[in-house]
């Protein structure tokens, strides 16, 4: 089955630093991925939409210069958290599809943002 | 846009118990259904789906069941296991639109 990859799986930082979260389809092409944010407790909040070779779509309310997202190739995005501050810890989690838009949707193992 | 309405938000029930997890929608043109496991610290698990052509899908133990007339679908687990313990999301989207998820179902299975 398909199989999204993502890096790291927990990661500390200071306040004021950056961090690169990776999502890889291990085994599909994946044209389209989305990052999603989880709090605690919470259901999964939509940040963004990422293109392969184009700008990703952000949700309303999601600043697009903190958290940075790059999908250069079609089996990698990476969502880079810039200037990272305590309000920023969460759990992030992405996903990609090898099918149609909207099918078989698979998601990473999420990654645990811990800001100091 | 979409709107999930997922209920209930915690279901305990006895291992071998049958346990049912409901969710509502709110945009007639959603077409896909998926239900999602998601277990403490990781990543949700896609458990089954349904497309809207469909009224119910049945994988061993799961089974999902739809209704588009009332705009509902629901979770159904047969035989309970302690490892079905989870996070239960169900999840709504249409054409190109992207997944809208419910708020989630903790589900607890006491041996």
């Known amino acids: 089955g398909a199989v999204v990859s993502q890096h790291p799986s927990r990661v500390i930082c200071k306040s004021g630093t950056s961090v690169k979260i990776e999502c890889r389809s291990l085994?599909?092409?994946?044209?389209?991925m989305f990052w999603y944010r989880q709090f605690p407790k919470k259901s999964l909040m939509l940040m963004a939409t990422?293109?392969?070779?184009?700008?990703?779509?952000?949700e309303q309310g999601v600043e697009k210069d903190k958290f940075l997202i790059n999908h250069a190739s079609l089996t990698l995005s990476t969502l880079t958290v810039t200037s990272a501050h305590p309000e920023d810890s969460s759990f992030y989690i992405c996903?990609?599809?090898?099918?149609?838009?909207?099918?078989?949707?698979?998601f990473g193992s999420g990654t645990r943002l811990t800001v100091v | 846009g979409e709107n999930v309405e997922q209920h209930p938000s915690t279901l305990s029930v006895q291992e071998g118990d049958s346990a049912v997890i409901k969710c509502t929608y709110s945009?007639?043109?959603?077409?896909?259904f998926p239900w999602y496991k998601q277990e403490l610290g990781k990543g949700p698990q896609l458990i089954i789906d349904?497309?809207?052509?469909?009224g119910e899908k049945k994988d061993q133990r799961i089974a999902v069941t739809l209704n588009k007339t009332a705009k509902h679908f629901s979770l159904h687990i047969t035989e309970t296991q302690p490892e079905d313990s989870a996070v239960y999301f169900c999840?709504?989207?249409?054409?190109?639109?992207?997944?809208?998820f419910g708020k989630g179902t903790m589900l607890l299975v006491s041996p």
């Open positions: 996903s990609a599809s090898p099918q149609a838009f909207n099918y078989g949707y698979t």
């Open positions: 085994d599909f092409q994946a044209t389209t």
């Open positions: 990422s293109n392969e070779g184009s700008k990703a779509t952000y």
């Open positions: 945009d007639s043109a959603s077409n896909y």
């Open positions: 349904i497309r809207s052509n469909v």
């Open positions: 999840a709504a989207a249409s054409g190109y639109s992207t997944l809208t």
